[in-house]
């Protein structure tokens, strides 16, 4: 059972462009969702995050969205840069405070 | 802002063996994690590492198998038992609380397991 969802393996998009990146969602009851970024050979790093009861949060060219209506919510880059180039998970929290993680989208930008 | 390391970064073993991966962080936390990431997949969490007290497992992992230690607040270690090519995965830890924003986790840098 796959609670959290990213259907895109991989997107390309070219500098300078946005990157929107999706994922949704099944479990009403996740109070606060996190976009990580990784690269090879490194842990994930934590970019930005998001509480339920919000709509909207921003982090100078980041951007996550939340529709709780549509359990859906999506991390927007703009500009694209060539060094946003690595794979990035969503996450939600559960009531344990658990994290549940994505599959992961491959974002390449390409200069 | 703090530092969490992870030992080894990377390994190749035996199947049979045991590795033993150790996590510090440079200041106190109240929360850390263990997780699995296998080889094309998304990341799996293990266990929360207690202090003072056994971990806690999550579905489909026993300490038999996963043995954790968490003596003090900056740091703890996940042991992978009787290993076999199936554990070869990145293994990492995150933490959450204290020098860090709650809510929010941060991870370590990986272990990087390979069984032969």
């Known amino acids: 059972d796959q609670q959290v969802k990213q259907n895109s393996p991989s997107l390309s998009v070219q500098e300078g462009r946005i990157s929107i990146l999706n994922c949704d969602y099944t479990n009403s009851m996740f109070d606060y969702f996190l976009w990580y970024k990784k690269y090879p050979a490194e842990g994930p790093t934590f970019l930005i995050s998001i509480s339920s009861i919000k709509d909207k949060n921003e982090d100078g060219r980041f951007t996550v969205f939340l529709n709780k209506s549509a359990k859906h919510l999506s991390l927007h880059i703009v500009p694209s840069q060539p060094g946003d180039s690595a794979v990035y998970f969503c996450?939600?929290?559960?009531?344990?405070?658990?994290?549940?993680f994505g599959q992961g989208t491959e974002l390449s930008v390409k200069p | 802002s703090a530092v969490i390391s992870q030992k080894p970064s990377r390994d190749i073993c035996q199947r049979g063996t045991s590795l033993t991966i150790q996590c510090q962080v440079d200041?106190?936390?109240?929360?850390m994690f263990w997780y699995r990431q296998q080889p094309g997949q998304s990341l799996t969490l293990i266990a929360t590492?207690?202090?003072?007290?056994?971990?806690?497992?999550e579905s489909g992992f026993v300490i038999d198998k996963f043995p954790i230690s968490r003596p003090n607040l900056t740091f703890s270690t996940l042991t992978v038992s009787n290993m076999s090519p199936e554990d070869s995965s990145i293994y990492l830890c995150?933490?959450?609380?204290?020098?860090?924003?709650?809510?929010?986790?941060?991870f370590g840098p990986g272990t990087r397991l390979t069984v032969t």
């Open positions: 200041s106190q936390v109240t929360m």
């Open positions: 995150s933490v959450e609380g204290e020098g860090f924003s709650s809510y929010e986790q941060y």
């Open positions: 996450a939600a929290r559960n009531q344990g405070g658990k994290l549940i």
């Open positions: 590492a207690n202090q003072g007290s056994e971990a806690t497992y």
